[in-house]
């Protein structure tokens, strides 16, 4: 129960898709966190978002494109103020994009984007959280959600060991290889962080029929989200610079 009652939870991404998911379930669970913050690009196309903040007094929206250092910025500001001398238990980096590319289609515009979105935008945006993270370990002991954690939304398409099982992933150069680098921040971050009492992870939740995932993605969401949520609320010391699924196994880098 260490996500649904810890005292704060920022989702990144979380207009749709898994991080929509991952809102819904934390907001209309119980227990639920004191504070939960879904942020996206968009704040305004977010119904589903906004109709939440209306029903649910401890759900927030706040801006935040991880492409923007003036957004992110701003973003932790409000994030401030939401938490307070509390700071910020989770971040949940969720935001991240996929484009469609086979070896013959890439090329450096594709490539680059996408390591600006989910390599590059996930260190900027943890960075700039750290404050708020080391506030909110500061206040208690121990490793996991209940004091201050990092969760990095992955792939085991960014799997370097399970790459010849994986061959679909042949069509998502981008994606993979950013998703692979992803990892290499994550570990970095779990050991820059480790005498911090903060935990990091690379955390794959499945292939799940998202509008991302796609109509083929053999997981729903219904399904997988409690799973996601029961995995991370599990986490301890041992798990911090690993990578694993939803179902807290580990998966090969």
């Known amino acids: 129960m260490a996500l649904r009652s810890c005292g704060s939870v920022l989702i990144t991404g979380s207009n749709r898709g898994i991080g929509l998911a991952l809102v819904r379930e934390l907001v209309t669970g119980t227990p639920s966190p004191k504070v939960v913050i879904g942020t996206?690009?968009?704040?305004?196309?977010?119904?589903?978002?906004?109709?939440?903040?209306?029903?649910?007094?401890?759900?927030?929206?706040?801006?935040?494109?991880?492409?923007?250092?003036?957004?992110?910025?701003?973003?932790?500001?409000?994030?401030?103020?939401?938490?307070?001398?509390?700071?910020?238990?989770?971040?949940?980096?969720?935001?991240?994009?996929?484009?469609?590319?086979?070896?013959?289609?890439?090329?450096?515009?594709?490539?680059?984007s996408a390591y600006r979105t989910n390599s590059v935008g996930v260190l900027m945006v943890t960075k700039a959280f750290l404050p708020l993270l080391k506030k909110a370990a500061n206040l208690v002991s121990g490793m996991g959600v209940h004091r201050a954690a990092?969760?990095?939304?992955?792939?085991?398409?960014?799997?370097?060991?399970?790459?010849?099982?994986?061959?679909?992933?042949?069509?998502?150069?981008?994606?993979?290889?950013?998703?692979?680098?992803?990892?290499?921040?994550?570990?970095?971050?779990?050991?820059?962080?480790?005498?911090?009492?903060?935990?990091?992870?690379?955390?794959?939740?499945?292939?799940?029929q998202t509008d991302m995932g796609g109509p083929l993605a053999p997981l729903t969401l219904e399904e997988t989200i409690p799973d996601v949520v029961t995995a991370i609320s599990n986490l301890e010391e041992r798990h911090s610079g690993t990578f694993i699924d939803w179902k807290g196994n580990t998966v090969p880098w």
């Open 40 to 112: 996206c690009r968009k704040p305004q196309e977010g119904k589903e978002l906004q109709d939440l903040a209306k029903k649910y007094s401890n759900f927030r929206v706040v801006q935040l494109d991880v492409n923007d250092e003036d957004s992110i910025q701003k973003a932790v500001k409000e994030v401030e103020g939401l938490t307070g001398n509390e700071g910020l238990n989770c971040l949940i980096n969720n935001a991240g994009t996929n484009t469609m590319a086979s070896l013959n289609d890439v090329n450096v515009e594709v490539m680059m």
């Open 150 to 208: 990092i969760i990095n939304v992955s792939s085991d398409s960014g799997s370097i060991q399970l790459a010849e099982e994986k061959l679909i992933y042949l069509k998502v150069y981008p994606y993979r290889i950013s998703k692979t680098a992803l990892n290499m921040i994550s570990k970095c971050l779990a050991l820059d962080l480790k005498s911090e009492g903060i935990l990091c992870i690379a955390f794959h939740p499945g292939w799940i």
